[in-house]
């Protein structure tokens, strides 16, 4: 019923800038906390930063004033603008969204990732 598509993941060289976003669609009654995850090549899944519905945001200590987190609740998006990328960022990028289905039931849903590749 319900689903999370990331885009803007790619190839970029350190010290560059890429914009992640994620759109979720289907049968939403409200999106609560979005976050975005990284995953590096044989690590664990981490969290990067959180925004509540409210806009009240939080960040993983390593991205502290490089990346920022922002939501449009009327397009159901939310984005990670990512700047001065180093490659220890290199990894998969997940989205996840707490919601309320249209069918009155809470659940947290994730997309499928996108790449992000950070060259030295």
């Known amino acids: 019923q319900v689903q999370l598509q990331e885009s803007g993941g790619g190839l970029v060289q350190a010290g560059g800038s890429l914009r992640l976003s994620c759109a979720a669609s289907?049968?939403?009654?409200?999106?609560?906390?979005m976050g975005w995850y990284h995953q590096a090549p044989g690590k664990q899944r981490e969290l990067v930063a959180t925004?509540?519905?409210?806009?009240?945001?939080k960040y993983a200590d390593s991205v502290k004033g490089r990346f920022t987190i922002s939501r449009d609740n009327a397009k159901k998006t939310v984005s990670l603008q990512m700047n001065s990328l180093k490659p220890e960022d290199t990894g998969v990028y997940y989205c996840?969204?707490?919601?309320?289905?249209?069918?009155?039931?809470?659940?947290?849903?994730w997309g499928q990732g996108t790449q992000v590749t950070v060259s030295s």
């Open positions: 289907g049968n939403i009654f409200s999106l609560n906390d």
């Open positions: 996840k969204a707490d919601l309320l289905s249209r069918l009155l039931s809470r659940g947290t849903y």
């Open positions: 925004i509540s519905s409210n806009g009240i945001t």
